[in-house]
């Protein structure tokens, strides 16, 4: 039998992060932070912080569940749902509200106010509530910039059946095969969503000397036929190699992330990630000073 054989050899995986321990974000978010650059450093670069709430069930509940108002620069947050629904207000006036398979894409740069809370109708009905946010840095030159939403919905995602029924995949940034995600980004990423249903191993073509990550929420993915990430895991792969050789367990879910590192300084506070401390310093000052504004209800 011939076999195709690979140009540059498989993505060796580096590390397999974990964090068993949960902590709450506000009283809506049951949080593991699977990595954060802050035990990290520049490794995962471009992204800074993963946090992976739930799967939990909430009873039905008239109440408000989330976490009030708090600011953000530096960054983008990429909030993306897979059950249930999160609503947010912030200090430009704006809102929105996205359920499962939508993303928002929110480049808060400059800086802004907002709340993320389950929305109405999620909390009246109850269910289970399931949903990642990921922080993406941005380059010291765009770190200013205004702040803008990119509110993505599922219909407005492209995806495809993976060839031999291994799948498909949602392309949410950047590109795979002929498919081009509508995120529109500052540096060079991609962010697949993937749906593995295990028929048996295959090579996912990934870009060679980037940053790639591969983030199991449901099931299992062994990798290069020896470690196995597993639910709430993140592999960590080295940059050399143009695939990753994947065998699932039935209908794993899994987040790949790929980019471009960004070859600067990380200095980070809380909700702020700048390049130094006298800009947290100022970050910090100028929300403080209310020069961030609020959310008005
Ligand atoms: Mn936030």
Redesign the pocket.
Known sequence: MLEMKPKTPAKKLHRIQRNTVSHWVGNGFPVRTLFSYSSLGSTISPFLLFDYAGPKEFPPTEKRLG?GE?P?RGFE?VTIVYSGEVE?RDSSGGGGKIGPGDVQW?T?ASGLV???FHSQNFARHGGIFEVV?LWVNLPAKDKMSPPRYQNILNDQIPFMILPNGQGSIRVIAGKYDDLIGPAMTFTPIHVWDLLLKNKKPFNLVVPDDRTALLAVLKGSVQINSSNTIRAAEVGVFDGTGDHISIESSKNATALLLCGEPINEPIAGSG?FVMNTQSEINQAIADYQSDKMGHVTS
């Open positions: 976490v708090h953000h947050t947010h929110m808060a907002h709340d993320e946010q909700p």
